[in-house]
Every structure is written in structure tokens, then in C-alpha cells.
């Protein structure tokens, strides 16, 4: 059963009329990227931040001719109908297209009643590029952006949004354009070889530097260990600290007090009861092609553990559980050589086998894990994992995607994207797949979580973006893992959202179950062409408040929520 609610009219939120709705098929989404068009914008720069550089002689001729090999190979591409997941005029169309930076703005208006337990800041990443392509761009290409809403009680908030000032974004903002390539939108076929030689000459003349990181801080945030870390899995994080008037200022590249040497993937996991954090690091050229380590709850770094690959896979995203991590070695890899012949980098390798690798969380070594097979599961995010020692299994939430490279590779299959429970027998090696909701009434889930005060421990409840008309959130669900029961929150028409945050009533322990909390998410309109952050209850799903906000918002990809007392202690 589907419950289903609409928060466009906000005087009905007290007593809503929530009716069952039943589904025929799972709506399959085109896996072509197609966005409403609109113009980009490029966001207004002040004038001293595009101030010629001051080069010597040698190196002013050496990027005339450089710059002169750019513009024919952008001519040339230009020649070439560039694919849909590649195309910014498609990528970063409508809501997609980036914004300028927001100063702080308080005394925002809000509808409703701001719980007395929403007393922080919830931040949320995206990507806004600062420079218009120039040649092929995909949506994950931009620029890290963090959008801040601050709680302060009384039932007051202050917005504000900013770059992370990454070394890849103060290089390209002196320069007045872009010049790191762009992994997915440009490194395809002969051009991204090109690009790639193009970018490296130019760090042999001293006009660019790529030793200090080129990586976006576009995806992922975490609060640890008194940091707010923003990340993407092509660089180390960036943190990025909250001002006492509710404005985000960027601290620097983080490398835990020169501890952490590798990049470290944008979805980092922090048990809730030892308060470790735990992070994988994938190499794309060399071996090792991936490592495990762990920080205690104070910082100190563990020894890395090489995961033994035989390819450089894609690996957005891992799970804990009590005791163990939960790997996953997907069907998407790096093939740089696909480069020569034409192609993308990245691809689906219909010839291998999934599998997940078990292993303990205290591992000195990968000599004991265990790897369990699950063909044909390419999960892209994973919600939640957790043990179950009376039947030797280890159960994984996660939504399955195909195609597994729709996501970066047009294709002519339907996305589809299947909330799935996955089983991994750890004595008998074997695994079990089933989707969580009945097929007649199947939903793409996409972006959300579990409460993650009980991450890594059996939970009943996530909370997913219903992601139809795929890219966009038209909603989000409220999904009971153990019966399939699903409820909706839907934002209403040509309202669309993100991620939605679960942020638990800590205040409510006591009584409160597992779903005691709330759900925060950015919502657009695109009648009005304004945005709005909503404040919906997670129990009943009521909606308890919306904020007004002051600029557009873009969809963005993950957020975190920070209390006012972790705020007060950051370092």
C-alpha cells in the first residue's frame, strides 16, 4: 500500500486527507538525463578575483599556444553531437544551473512551527560550476557549493550559500575560466586524451597546479571530530566552518593532520556508538586500486588495508555494520584504455561478476575477507547494512540500479533504480535478492537514509527521494523494510526536491521509536521559480514547516545536519 501526500497547500497540513494509491508497473524513468531548459548563468565575479596573471615571458607564449591548441580542439568537438551525459545545455538546464554565492540573510519567513529539537544548521552540497563549459560538462563536473540553513530558535532562521574554495576553484577563478578537465563531461574518446596532455603541459610551465588537489568537494558532507568535511572521491576533503552569524567560510584541504595521503570517497561512514569514522580510497591507475582505513572518534588514522582488485573499480559508496564493512566490487570499472579507442573511461564490464567483500572493521590486513558473489547488482548508494549472526548472514539495503552506467553512459534502457534487501551468507558464500516493495507498486528510490543514530544496526524505516521524472525528486518516501509498506510525501506540482535528511528528536529518546525525528529537504517550484526548505514530521508525515528562502537553490546530491553545541565546539 502507497500513501500519498501534497504539502501544496499548507492549510491543510494539520489535517491531511492521506489515501491509499496503487500503482501498475514501476514507473521506469528514460536514463537520458533530460532537464527543462533554461539559461545558464554564470555567477557575477568581483573584479579583483579575475585579475590577469602575472606570468613571465616564456610562460605568457607558452599559454597563447596553448590556449591556441584549446580553441581547435574545442572547434573540433564542437563539429560532433556531444551525448546527452555530457551536454550542459542538458546537464545544467533549469533548476540544474548553478547560482552566485549568497550572503547571509536573516529573519527569513517561515509557515508553520520550527521544532525546538532543529537547533543547528543543516547544510547540503551540490555542484555549481563557477565557469560555462566550454565543451562537454556532466552534472557532477561542478563546483562544490554548500547551502546553509541555520536554526537558532524562537522560530528564526538565516540562509546563506558559498563555494568551497578547492585548490582546482581559486586556480580557475584567477584565470577567469576553466582549465582542470573535467572527469566525465570531457575525459572521453581522443579529446579527454587530449585534454589530459593539455591540463599536464600546462603544469610543466607553471600554469596550473595540480599537486594541491584538482577534486570539487561537490558530493558528500560529514561533521567529524569537531570538522565540517566537505567531499568528493577525486581529492582529499575540504573543511569548511560555520560562522557564529550562520555564513560558511573554507578552512582548507584536510588531511588529518598530515595522516591521510590519498583521496577518500564522499561517503564516509561514523559508527553511532564507538564514534569511529570509516572511508575507502580508489586509485584509477595504479594498484593498489583500493584501500580501507578508519579514524578513531579523535582523529588518529589507522594503518590502510589493501583491498585486492584485478581493475580499478567505481565505488561511491560502502556500508558498516556492528563488526564489519561491507565492500562493494560492482560492474562499473575505469578502463583508461577505452580512452584510445574512442570511448569512456568508465564503463560497464557485462563480463564480470558483483560481489560484496566482508570484512572486519579491525582488519590489519584483507587476508580474511570474505567475498560473496550477487550478480548483476550495481548498487550506487547503499542505505544501511547490518548483521544478523543467528542465520550467518549480513543483510545490505540498497536501491539497484540498471542500467548500472546510466548514471554517465546514454543509453537506450529505462533507468530503473529498486529499493532491494541483498543477503550475504558469510559460511556458505552464497546470496539472496529481493525487492523490498511489491513489484505492482515499485517506485525509483534514489538519495536518502536510514536514522542514523542506528546506522550500522537493524533498522525498519528509510527515507528515500522518489526520483520520477528521473533526475528530479518529485518526493519522498517513507519505506517499512520489513513489510514493504511505503508512504509518500509528495512536494506537489512542479515541486521538486532532493535528498531528504532525517535528523532524530534526541530531545524524545525516551518515548520516541525509530522514526521519532525529521525530514528536511530543499524544495523547488518551478511555477514560481522559488525555493523553500520543508520541515516535515517523519512519524506522521505532517508537514511542520516551510522556510522561505531568499535565492533558487539548485538540486544538489547529500547533506548532514550539525547541532548548535557541535557548532560551538568546531575546531
Given at each position: 500500500?502507497?500513501?500519498?501526500?501534497?504539502?501544496?497547500?499548507?492549510?491543510?497540513?494539520?489535517?491531511?486527507?492521506?489515501?491509499?494509491?496503487?500503482r501498475a508497473?514501476?514507473?521506469?524513468?528514460p536514463?537520458?538525463?533530460?532537464?527543462?531548459?533554461?539559461n545558464f548563468?554564470?555567477p557575477?565575479?568581483?573584479?579583483?578575483?579575475?585579475?590577469?596573471?602575472?606570468?613571465?615571458?616564456?610562460?605568457?607564449?607558452?599559454a597563447?599556444?596553448?590556449?591556441?591548441?584549446?580553441?581547435?580542439?574545442?572547434?573540433?568537438?564542437?563539429?560532433h553531437?556531444?551525448?546527452?551525459?555530457?551536454?550542459p545545455?542538458?546537464?545544467?538546464?533549469?533548476?540544474f544551473?548553478?547560482?552566485?554565492e549568497?550572503?547571509?540573510?536573516?529573519?527569513?519567513?517561515?509557515?508553520?512551527?520550527?521544532?525546538?529539537c532543529?537547533?543547528?544548521?543543516?547544510?547540503?552540497?551540490?555542484?555549481?560550476?563557477?565557469?560555462?563549459?566550454v565543451?562537454?560538462?556532466?552534472?557532477?563536473?561542478?563546483d562544490?557549493?554548500?547551502h546553509?540553513?541555520?536554526?537558532?530558535?524562537?522560530?528564526?532562521?538565516?540562509?546563506?550559500?558559498?563555494?568551497?574554495e578547492?585548490?582546482?576553484?581559486?586556480?580557475?577563478?584567477?584565470?577567469g575560466?576553466?582549465?582542470f578537465?573535467?572527469?566525465?563531461?570531457?575525459?572521453?574518446g581522443?579529446s579527454?586524451?587530449?585534454r589530459?596532455?593539455?591540463f599536464?603541459?600546462?603544469?610543466?610551465?607553471?600554469l596550473?597546479d595540480?599537486s594541491?588537489g584538482?577534486?570539487?568537494?561537490?558530493?558528500?558532507l560529514?561533521?567529524?571530530?569537531?570538522?565540517?568535511?566537505?567531499?568528493?572521491?577525486?581529492?582529499?576533503?575540504y573543511?569548511?566552518?560555520?560562522?557564529?552569524?550562520?555564513?560558511?567560510?573554507?578552512v582548507?584541504?584536510?588531511?588529518?593532520?598530515?595522516?591521510?595521503?590519498?583521496?577518500?570517497?564522499?561517503?564516509?561512514?561514523?559508527d553511532?556508538?564507538?564514534?569511529e569514522?570509516?572511508?575507502?580510497?580508489?586509485?584509477?591507475?595504479?594498484?593498489?586500486?583500493?584501500?580501507?582505513?578508519?579514524?578513531?572518534?579523535?582523529g588518529?588514522?589507522?594503518?590502510?588495508?589493501e583491498?585486492?582488485?584485478?581493475?580499478?573499480?567505481?565505488?561511491?559508496?560502502?556500508?558498516?555494520?556492528?563488526?564489519?564493512?561491507?565492500?562493494?566490487?560492482?560492474?562499473?570499472?575505469?578502463?583508461?584504455?577505452e580512452?584510445?579507442?574512442?570511448?569512456?573511461?568508465?564503463?560497464?564490464?557485462?563480463n564480470k561478476?558483483?560481489?560484496?567483500?566482508?570484512?572486519?572493521?579491525?582488519?590489519?590486513?584483507?587476508?580474511?575477507?570474505?567475498?560473496?558473489?550477487c550478480p548483476d547488482?550495481?548498487?550506487?548508494?547503499?542505505?544501511?547494512a547490518?548483521?544478523?549472526?543467528?542465520?550467518?548472514?549480513?543483510v545490505?539495503?540498497?536501491?539497484?540500479?540498471?542500467?548500472?552506467?546510466?548514471i554517465?553512459n546514454?543509453?537506450?534502457?529505462?533507468?530503473?533504480?529498486?529499493?532491494?534487501?541483498?543477503?550475504?551468507?558469510?559460511?556458505?558464500?552464497?546470496?539472496?535478492?529481493?525487492?523490498?516493495i511489491?513489484?505492482?507498486e515499485?517506485i525509483?528510490l534514489?538519495?536518502?537514509?536510514?536514522?542514523?543514530?542506528?546506522l550500522?544496526?537493524?533498522t525498519?524505516?528509510?527515507?528515500?527521494?522518489i526520483?520520477?521524472p528521473?533526475?528530479?525528486?518529485?518526493?519522498?518516501?517513507k519505506?517499512?523494510?520489513?513489510?514493504?509498506?511505503?508512504?509518500?510525501f509528495i512536494y506537489?506540482?512542479?515541486?521538486?526536491?532532493?535528498?531528504p535528511?532525517?535528523?532524530?528528536?534526541?530531545?524524545?529518546?525516551?518515548?520516541?521509536?525509530?522514526?521519532?525525528?525529521?525530514?528536511?529537504?530543499?524544495?523547488?517550484?518551478?511555477?514560481?521559480?522559488?525555493?523553500e526548505?520543508?520541515?516535515?514530521?517523519?512519524?506522521?508525515?505532517k508537514?511542520?514547516?516551510?522556510?522561505?528562502?531568499?535565492?533558487r537553490?539548485?538540486?544538489?546530491?547529500?547533506?548532514?545536519?550539525?547541532?548548535?553545541?557541535?557548532?560551538?565546539?568546531?575546531?
Open positions: 500500500m502507497s500513501l500519498s501526500m501534497s504539502p501544496a497547500n499548507f492549510s491543510q497540513k494539520f489535517s491531511p486527507t492521506r489515501k491509499p494509491s496503487r508497473k514501476i514507473r521506469c524513468s536514463s537520458v538525463l533530460t532537464f527543462p531548459k533554461h548563468q554564470t557575477t565575479l568581483p573584479k579583483h578575483d579575475t585579475c590577469p596573471p602575472q606570468w613571465n615571458f616564456l610562460q605568457r607564449a607558452a597563447k599556444t596553448l590556449d591556441a591548441f584549446e580553441s581547435a580542439l574545442v572547434s573540433r568537438e564542437l563539429h553531437t556531444l551525448p546527452k551525459t555530457a551536454d545545455r542538458v546537464q545544467i538546464a533549469g533548476n544551473a548553478p547560482v552566485p549568497q550572503p547571509v540573510c536573516h529573519n527569513l519567513h517561515v509557515t508553520g512551527t520550527i521544532p525546538d532543529l537547533n543547528g544548521v543543516y547544510v547540503r552540497n551540490g555542484a555549481n560550476p563557477l565557469h560555462e563549459p565543451a562537454g560538462h556532466h552534472l557532477f563536473d561542478g562544490g557549493m554548500i546553509a540553513v541555520t536554526f537558532s530558535g524562537d522560530n528564526s532562521a538565516t540562509y546563506a550559500c558559498r563555494f568551497t578547492t585548490q582546482r576553484l581559486i586556480q580557475e577563478r584567477y584565470l575560466r576553466p582549465v578537465p573535467k572527469a566525465i563531461g570531457e575525459l572521453h581522443h579527454g586524451i587530449a589530459l596532455l593539455l599536464y603541459t600546462r603544469g610543466l610551465c607553471g596550473v595540480h594541491k584538482t577534486g570539487v568537494a561537490n558530493a558528500g560529514v561533521y567529524f571530530n569537531q570538522r565540517l568535511l566537505a567531499m568528493s572521491e577525486d581529492d582529499l576533503p573543511q569548511v566552518r560555520l560562522t557564529p552569524s550562520g555564513d560558511l567560510e573554507t582548507g584541504r584536510y588531511d588529518f593532520d598530515e595522516q591521510l595521503t590519498s583521496t577518500m570517497i564522499a561517503h564516509p561512514k561514523i553511532p556508538v564507538s564514534k569514522l570509516f572511508a575507502l580510497s580508489y586509485d584509477v591507475v595504479q594498484k593498489p586500486y583500493l584501500k580501507y582505513f578508519k579514524f578513531s572518534g579523535d588518529k588514522k589507522s594503518p590502510d588495508v583491498i585486492p582488485l584485478d581493475s580499478p573499480t567505481m565505488m561511491h559508496d560502502f556500508a558498516i555494520t556492528e563488526n564489519f564493512v561491507v565492500i562493494p566490487d560492482q560492474q562499473v570499472v575505469f578502463k583508461l584504455q580512452m584510445v579507442k574512442g570511448g569512456s573511461p568508465m564503463v560497464y564490464d557485462k561478476k558483483s560481489r560484496f567483500g566482508i570484512l572486519s572493521k579491525n582488519a590489519e590486513n584483507a587476508e580474511d575477507i570474505i567475498w560473496v558473489d547488482t550495481f548498487c550506487f548508494h547503499l542505505w544501511n547490518w548483521e544478523e549472526p543467528e542465520s550467518d548472514e549480513v545490505v539495503i540498497g536501491s539497484c540500479m540498471t542500467p548500472p552506467d546510466s554517465f546514454e543509453s537506450n534502457e529505462n533507468l530503473k533504480s529498486v529499493l532491494s534487501e541483498i543477503r550475504l551468507n558469510l559460511k556458505t558464500g552464497e546470496s539472496k535478492k529481493r525487492s523490498i511489491q513489484s505492482s515499485e525509483n534514489e538519495a536518502g537514509m536510514v536514522n542514523r543514530n542506528r550500522g544496526r537493524k525498519r524505516y528509510a527515507y528515500l527521494a526520483a520520477e528521473w533526475p528530479k525528486v518529485s518526493g519522498f518516501a519505506v517499512d523494510l520489513s513489510t514493504g509498506e511505503v508512504e509518500e506537489g506540482d512542479r515541486r521538486y526536491g532532493g535528498e535528511f532525517f535528523v532524530p528528536n534526541d530531545s524524545n529518546s525516551e518515548d520516541g521509536g525509530e522514526d521519532a525525528g525529521y525530514i528536511l529537504s530543499y524544495v523547488h517550484d518551478e511555477n514560481t521559480w522559488k525555493s526548505l520543508l520541515v516535515v514530521n517523519a512519524t506522521s508525515l508537514l511542520e514547516a516551510t522556510v522561505e528562502l531568499p535565492s537553490v539548485p538540486y544538489g546530491f547529500h547533506g548532514t545536519f550539525i547541532s548548535s553545541t557541535d557548532l560551538e565546539n568546531q575546531a
